[in-house]
């Protein structure tokens, strides 16, 4: 089964009502397929400085996956809340520090799912991903944005709205 993923923006002043950015828009070159939650955690580890540790809550163990379908019918799509600590870390990202991680995400034995993500769509998605954090951290203190991944399934029909 494919799957097709999309940057998502949402405002929660809206409600959680996701603001989707038509791939026509931007991004159509990303080809997020295959990419999972465990390997969105893995990046937390190459976007951290070599020797830097970091001690993860209770809240960031797994990211929050919010089904957008009816409870009837939770066929999908899925969409994957990115947390606000890996924003944080995506936002300050310059084109060095994507070099860096790119570069210790090919050393690296990570991410622990039996298929790794390639290197160069880890490069394309951070490209994409840093304006996009830096966008959600600028809304802060106005109207805040979160940062979502969208999930669907192509074989399955649209779903008209979104939950959060």
Known sequence: MSLLTHIVLAQASHGGLLLE?????????????????????????????????????????GFAHIPASEPTAPVGPWVMLLPDAL????????????????????????????????ADALHTLLTELQPMAQLVQASRGTDPLQLFLRVDIPDQ????????
């Open 21 to 61: 950015h038509p791939p026509e828009r931007g991004w159509p070159h990303l080809d997020l397929r295959g990419l999972t939650d465990q390997h969105l955690l893995a990046l937390f580890a190459v976007l951290l400085p070599p020797g830097a540790a970091r001690a993860m809550d209770d809240t960031e163990v």
């Open 157 to 164: 029909k649209p779903v008209s709205g979104h939950r959060r």
């Open 87 to 118: 924003t944080a870390l995506l936002a300050d990202l310059d084109p060095a520090a994507i070099a860096q991680a790119v570069a210790r995400w090919r050393k690296s034995a990570l991410p622990p799912p039996p298929e790794p993500w390639p």
